[in-house]
């Protein structure tokens, strides 16, 4: 941590001295040819040893090039070799200030800093001088000598170790390495640290297992821990290496006897060709074999002195030993009797019970043994080490409340490793009981015992995430991750990563978005470039309504994983928000999916743009472009049936039925729209066939009276490519007679905009018997879509059957039209005029539409007025009313019957006013049925 601190304080200073001269620095201009030559002749004068002559050269340079890094590096250099540190840390800051990534000077600082004792300064400079060039040896090793020096032997230690690892090669390194090896494992056992001892010895063999001494070392260290197994295992190893190492044969013969393992340790001897020592140990081999036979007269003894204390203990041992456990206990018994109870007769039935392996026995007599010697060590021991194994049952067995009894008596008589142990299990025990406030307490005092343990932070970030307290959490990790570096860093990082995970998904569940972009932002300042949280932040931030600061976390991800699509994706979606970005994330996409055709998440963002970019298409009645690009995006895509739909809706809008039919039937409707769906394929069926065949009639009946007027239709029609050319019959049959007409119709489409209907007719009467019109239809753009009609038309009138009273039968008219569609409404308003007899008239209709399922599925209403019935009763020669006041409301519906057949219906009423001044009724019916084919 002062590492880091001073570290810190250092940068702090070299950026405010660079803002206060970054201006100045700015303004002035070096000329490099004679910068370079200041700076080669102090170098040579200093190579000389002519530091004073090299000095006067650094400050006449520095009078012409104030602010040059390297000038100042060398005057700082001449002032450390004149022993005045303080000025040259100046002038070494300063050419940093103007350079940081001036080497020399960073070098020449380390040595500053380190004979004025700033160690933590001199390693700043080392590991920056370390990011340079990370594999400097030398650099390494001074900074060993700086943790030394600053007394931090374990991070010396541990760097130690690391650089051995990474130059295995390098002998000096190495040789470094295990000298620092055998001062750590001397220091341990000075300090008696057997274990700490043992660790450290254990690297030294590894890393130098051709030296004889280590492995006597490690045998010293196991026999000083009491483990003589072990201690002869490494001796035996050693002399697999040094099999007449002399050292080695005495330590082992030493440990052999020390077990009376005499039978193993004479053949030894015998082998090497020691005789002295075999001779030595083959006495004492026998005076051990003599020693076992006494328990037979300590036996005599016992038996006729019961009580004896030298007698039992001869006798109880030999038994003992021997696995004589009945036999032991019988003479417990006897010795009881005769002395009465001792401790040390129930501490060796305690051992015997232990032996026999009769453990109810062994419980059950330490619990009696601790409550009569309460205050004696072993017995305390024996009776905490009954309580442990009995906490550690309850554990096993989920009896967590009952185990922290047992936990806490552990933590009254136990030593300092199982108080820890018994610690970490109530932790334990309270956080399987969901005692989270209890388990927080008792961390706590494991934290305040083990500062240092960061591990337990960690507990106590994850408990207080049980908590459900996020923050604290969160600040319990931030604070390990302050103060750890390296790799130890980043395994933190992983574990943050991890419990922030945790909490933004429990705040995502719970429908908290605000809360989770907060948390996943705090995530983010930790580890900037992390991807799962920089993907939260993207979507978060769109949940909330925060398109532009998805962007930003899009773009971020982007630029620090531009291999990862799911970013670019991301960008490309929140681009697609605003209808000004389809073209542009359309033609991105398709380069990116163009590269990776096989990516199916950049397919499935690609054709999501496709379908955008090609509805605005559409709209735009740019519908060959959208199919353009909709069958490009098909082609990565094939089984896209919303793109198919898409690109029925683009034939549709040219007029291409049959394929608008085709496209759009790949729609998967809901239940909801099923109905209305099949309807509007129906419709699109109906358009596709070229032929049709009209039957229509009309019913009209006069107010006042009760008279029938029909009239009959028969049309077909066919068409081809742009042009429909239909023939039509009428047919009508009144008092006089019957009438007849035949009429040709030619509807002709120039261009998306622009269509022209011709028609004419002849009659014998009841009809015009001439009748010719001309309209032509526009689309104006700037009128939004309004579908303007101008037509012009003349007629022959036929007045017989009617009571007009005509001087000239001529009649032109001209029409004004015009149609708007919005939504599912269309309205068309036309205007008439007509010249008949030397008279102005005029006719005004307006006819609204509302659509239910399809073009061809509506309800219809309209009205009308003007001093001439409408052009349609005229042509059909149905009633007087010339310049008079005429009124007309109606309504009606069409209906598909079936995918090729519609039937229609309108009703009309009419008021007219006649030349005799009285006002009439007259209404009609409209039926009609058409057949395609």
């Not at 507990?459 to 923050?471: E, G, I, S, T, V």
């Amino acid at each position: 941590m002062n590492t880091i601190i001073s570290c810190i304080r250092n940068i702090s200073f070299i950026l405010i001295i660079l803002f206060t001269y970054q201006i100045s620095f700015a303004q002035t201009e070096i000329n490099l040819d004679e910068r370079d030559s200041y700076i080669e002749k102090t170098m040579s004068q200093f190579d000389l040893g002519k530091w004073e002559e090299g000095k006067k050269t650094i400050d006449l340079g520095l009078k012409k090039y104030p602010f040059d890094s390297d000038l100042k590096m060398l005057s700082g250099k001449y002032h450390h070799h004149k022993g005045q540190n303080e000025k040259a840390r100046y002038d070494l800051v300063k050419a940093l200030q103007i350079n940081p990534d001036n080497v020399d000077a960073k070098q020449i600082l380390v040595n500053v800093e380190l004979e004025t004792k700033r160690y933590s300064s001199a390693i700043c400079y080392v590991n920056e001088l370390l990011e340079v060039n990370p594999y400097w040896r030398g650099l390494w090793r001074k900074k060993i000598q700086l943790y030394k020096l600053q007394g931090n032997y374990i991070e010396a230690n541990r760097l130690q170790e690391r650089i051995s690892q990474i130059y295995p090669d390098d002998k000096e390194i190495r040789n470094d390495y295990i000298y620092a090896l055998e001062l750590e494992a001397a220091a341990k056992r000075k300090d008696g640290n057997i274990d700490g001892a043992i660790e450290v010895s254990k690297k030294l063999l590894k890393e130098n297992p051709d030296k004889v001494e280590n492995y006597i070392l490690m045998s010293n260290d196991y026999l000083k821990a009491g483990d003589l197994n072990t201690a002869l295992s490494y001796i035996d190893r050693g002399l697999n290496t040094f099999p007449n190492n002399s050292e080695l044969i005495n330590k082992k013969a030493g440990i052999l006897a020390e077990q009376k393992k005499y039978d193993e340790l004479l053949p030894f001897l015998q082998k090497k060709g020691y005789s002295q020592q075999y001779s030595y140990y083959l006495m004492e081999a026998a005076r051990y074999a003599k020693n076992q036979e006494t328990h037979i007269l300590y036996g005599k003894i016992f038996e006729a002195e019961p009580g004896n204390e030298e007698a039992f203990e001869n006798v109880f041992n030999y038994n003992l030993s021997a696995g004589q456990y009945g036999e032991a206990l019988r003479l417990i018994k006897v010795q009881r009797n005769a002395t009465g109870n001792t401790k040390n007769l129930y501490l060796k039935e305690l051992t015997t019970y232990k032996l026999m392996g009769n453990e109810s026995k062994s419980i059950a007599l330490t619990k009696s043994l601790f409550e009569r010697y309460p205050n004696d060590a072993d017995v305390q021991y024996a009776y905490v080490m009954v309580v442990f194994e009995d906490a550690k049952y309850k554990m096993s067995e989920k009896r967590y409340a009952e185990a922290i009894d047992e936990w806490y008596k552990v933590i009254q008589y136990g030593d300092d490793e199982l108080i820890y142990v018994a610690q970490n299990s109530i932790f334990n025990a309270h956080i399987e009981l969901e005692e989270y406030l209890d388990a927080l307490n008792v961390l706590n005092e494991l934290i305040a015992l083990e500062p240092t343990n960061n591990e337990l932070y960690l507990k106590r970030a994850d408990l207080y995430y049980k908590q459900n307290n996020y923050n604290m959490a969160l600040t319990s990790y931030e604070n390990i991750l302050d103060k750890s570096s390296g790799n130890q860093k980043t395994r933190y990082l992983s574990g943050y990563g991890n419990i922030s995970t945790l909490i933004v998904k429990d705040l995502i569940e719970a429908y908290r978005l605000n809360e989770a972009l907060q948390y996943t932002e705090r995530w983010l300042e930790q580890d900037p470039k992390n991807k799962l949280a920089l993907r939260y932040a993207i979507n978060l931030s769109y949940q909330t309504n925060n398109p532009e600061k998805a962007y930003q976390y899009a773009d971020r991800g982007n630029t620090a994983y531009p291999d990862d699509i799911f970013f670019l994706i991301k960008m490309a979606e929140i681009d697609s928000e605003n209808p000004e970005n389809y073209q542009e994330v359309y033609y991105l996409l398709l380069e990116k999916v163009t590269a990776d055709p096989y990516n199916q998440e950049l397919i499935n963002a690609y054709s999501q743009i496709t379908e955008l970019y090609s509805h605005q298409l559409i709209r735009g009645n740019k519908s060959p472009d959208a199919i353009m690009n909709l069958n490009n995006a098909l082609r990565y895509s094939p089984n896209n049936n919303t793109l198919k739909y898409t690109k029925g809706i683009a034939y549709e809008k040219i007029k291409n039925y049959d394929s608008a039919y085709y496209y759009q039937s790949f729609y998967v409707p809901s239940p909801q729209e099923l109905r209305q769906f099949n309807h509007y394929l129906y419709y699109l069926y109906y358009k596709s066939l070229d032929d049709q065949i009209g039957l229509y009639h009309l019913r009209s009946r006069p107010g006042e009276a009760d008279v029938i007027s029909p009239l009959s239709s028969f049309s077909y029609s066919h068409t081809k490519r742009r042009n429909t050319y239909t023939g039509r019959v009428n047919y009508a049959g009144r008092p006089p007679g019957k009438g007849f007409q035949v009429q040709a119709a030619w509807l002709r489409e120039w261009n998306r905009k622009t269509s022209t209907l011709i028609d004419a007719a002849v009659a014998n009467q009841f009809f015009p018997k001439i009748s010719v019109n001309a309209s032509i239809y526009r689309d104006i753009d700037k009128l939004k879509e309004v579908n303007l009609e101008l037509g012009v038309g003349y007629r022959f009138l036929d007045t017989i059957g009617s009571n007009a009273n005509l001087g000239s039968t001529s009649m032109f008219n001209i029409v004004l039209g015009a149609t708007k569609v919005i939504d599912d409404f269309r309205i068309n308003a036309r205007f008439n005029s007509f010249l008949l007899d030397f008279k102005y008239l005029y006719n005004v209709t307006v006819n609204g539409r509302y659509t239910l399922w399809s073009p061809k599925h509506y309800v219809t209403a309209m009205a009308g007025f003007g001093s001439s019935p409408d052009i349609e009763l005229l042509d059909y020669q149905i009633y007087n009313g010339f310049s008079a006041v005429n009124t007309m409301v109606g309504a009606g519906f069409t209906y598909m019957l079936a995918k090729n057949v519609s039937f229609g219906i309108l009703g009309t009423w009419y008021n007219y006013k006649t030349n005799d001044n009285d006002y009439r009724n007259f209404h009609n019916i409209f039926l009609n049925l058409n057949v395609a084919f």
